[in-house]
């Protein structure tokens, strides 16, 4: 036999042989020992703990291989974001846990204390920075605003100059811009025998954010394309595939690109208007002509300009209408709670007329509307802050998160674990039972754990002006309308979907006009 056929017959042998056996028993053993040194590496990419480090990885699940756990689906029953309600429950409710989402590591942090020691060192390198989550969301929403620049010195000038038309004194001269909004809307409102509050809100807020935000002068026709684009647009926040860790092929074909591209035409036609004709009363306006302090030369880029004010709509408008239809919800649950706003509002009108004119006045003499809005973001907040990175392995808490790592600051879960409001039914966070304005008057009472707005560095700077906008509709409702909910309240179901929690119904309720009032628009 040659030695070529030898060796053919020697490595074509029988694997029932004793040797053969020995063998593939040898290599079974090599490869389950790698791959259980390798198992996260494999199925949960970038999943593993730094080993330069002894502490454990928080508690939790990574869910599915390769794809992680679902958090942004929702139930009916609770809302969007249920996965994070119910991995708190199995965990046994800890500070920290640890998900697989987007592709990515995330730890979830949820306690007011915890969330601010995580962002003390927000813009140091070896700290934590946002993280735009996949990306070819910087095709759809921009990659230049201030929400997600991690660099400090030029966050801090975003901030200066973004915030020079969000001031108090900014936000008061836009008061009766607002007002009159809400006077239209609550016009069209009472025209018919019933309407769905979150469309009114949505018409609000997106009327607000034409008129006041960008300072467009949309025709009547004009109006419903815009509204639709900024629909479709802050929809896309959805779309599972700007989430995907890598720019997707094709993203210039969809709605959601088309959208934004309209809207930033928008911006470009006001910002030609405003170089022919100079400022006006409008955000737009006072962040696009804003200078720095230290530099009076230095302005925002074109793109800088046209980025903020898109984010604001979304922070302005969709975030500000979710609140309000939450709120129409609660005070149609709750009369005795609206009974108090309409008497607020009557001594308002009595001392000041019809019209709202002061910030100032606004909040130094309602306080009970204040406590409204706060109670209604306390229980349906904005389910977390922007997602940060982090830049270095830490230890938190007695456990490590590994360095790029996602940090999902958990809001809704910070106010549902509220020492001071805390029940163990549950019940402090039900829409029924838990709503409760006046527990913001006492001291003992007052949240300890509120935080609908961020904290620290990035704490949004549109605070101001959507306070004001909910509560000159608020007041100006009150002041002009009674309402009942429609339908059976037995039951409150959520939509599964959405930036923040909104009912299902969208609210709908049968208005009449409040029989005191003089009901005229100003």
Not at 3 to 30: C, E
Not at 427 to 448: C, I, Q, Y
Not at 489 to 518: C, H, N, Q
Request: charge should be neutral.
């Amino acid at each position: 036999m040659t030695p070529i056929l030898s060796f053919v017959k020697s490595a074509t042998m029988p694997l029932t042989t004793p040797l053969a056996k020995r063998m593939l028993l040898v290599l079974g053993a090599a490869v389950m020992i790698f791959l259980s040194k390798q198992y996260n590496r494999i199925l949960w990419p970038g999943s593993s703990p730094d080993s330069a480090l002894s502490e454990p990885l928080p508690p939790g699940s990574l869910g599915c291989p390769f794809f992680g756990n679902n958090i942004m689906a929702g139930t009916r029953e609770y809302g969007p974001y249920v996965f994070f309600d119910r991995a708190n429950t199995k965990l046994n409710n800890p500070s920290l846990f640890k998900l697989y989402a987007f592709g990515m590591p995330m730890v979830s942090v949820r306690g007011s204390d915890n969330i601010k020691t995580v962002l003390k060192d927000e813009f140091d390198p070896n700290g934590v920075n946002t993280e735009l989550v996949g990306e070819s969301y910087t095709q759809v929403f921009g990659n230049q605003s201030i929400i997600y620049e991690s660099d400090g010195k030029t966050h801090g000038f975003l901030r200066r100059l973004v915030g020079a038309a969000m001031t108090p004194a900014a936000v008061a001269n836009a008061i009766p811009a607002i007002q009159k909004a809400a006077n239209e809307r609550i016009d069209i409102m009472l025209s018919k025998d019933t309407v769905k509050m979150e469309d009114v809100c949505n018409d609000f807020t997106l009327d607000v954010a034409w008129r006041q935000i960008l300072g467009l002068d949309l025709t009547r026709d004009e109006v419903p394309t815009f509204y639709q684009n900024v629909k479709v647009w802050v929809g896309g926040i959805f779309n599972p595939l700007f989430a995907l860790p890598f720019k997707v092929p094709g993203i210039r074909f969809t709605k959601c690109y088309k959208a934004h591209q309209y809207l930033v035409s928008k911006v470009e036609e006001k910002l030609a208007q405003l170089d022919a004709n100079g400022p006006d009363g409008s955000t737009l306006s006072g962040i696009y002509f804003a200078t720095d302090d230290d530099n009076d030369s230095r302005k925002l880029s074109r793109q800088q300009v046209i980025d903020n004010c898109l984010i604001l709509i979304v922070a302005g408008s969709e975030t500000s209408a979710s609140t309000l239809t939450v709120a129409s919800l609660l005070l149609g649950l709750h009369k005795d709670v609206w009974n108090k706003v309409k008497e607020e509002q009557a001594a308002m009108v009595a001392k000041y007329g019809d019209d709202i004119t002061s910030k100032a006045e606004l909040d130094a003499e309602c306080p009970y509307l204040d406590s409204v809005i706060r109670e209604t973001l306390r229980l349906r907040p904005v389910p977390a802050t922007e997602i940060r990175r982090t830049s270095k392995s830490i230890v938190f808490n007695g456990m490590q998160i590994p360095k790029n790592w996602m940090l999902w600051l958990n809001i809704r879960s910070t106010h549902d674990n509220d020492p001071i409001t805390m029940k163990q039914d549950g019940s402090h966070m039900d829409v029924k039972l838990g709503f409760k304005p006046e527990r913001w008057n006492d001291a003992a009472t007052k949240p300890s754990e509120w935080m609908p707005f961020g904290s620290g560095a990035r704490r949004c700077l549109g605070e101001n002006l959507a306070m004001t906008e909910m509560k000159v509709f608020l007041a100006t409702l009150a002041r002009r309308v009674d309402y009942d909910l429609v339908g059976s309240t037995d039951v409150i179901l959520w939509k599964r979907m959405s930036v923040m929690p909104r009912p299902l119904d969208g609210v709908e309720v049968a208005p009449r006009p409040v029989a005191t009032a003089s009901n005229t628009a100003s």
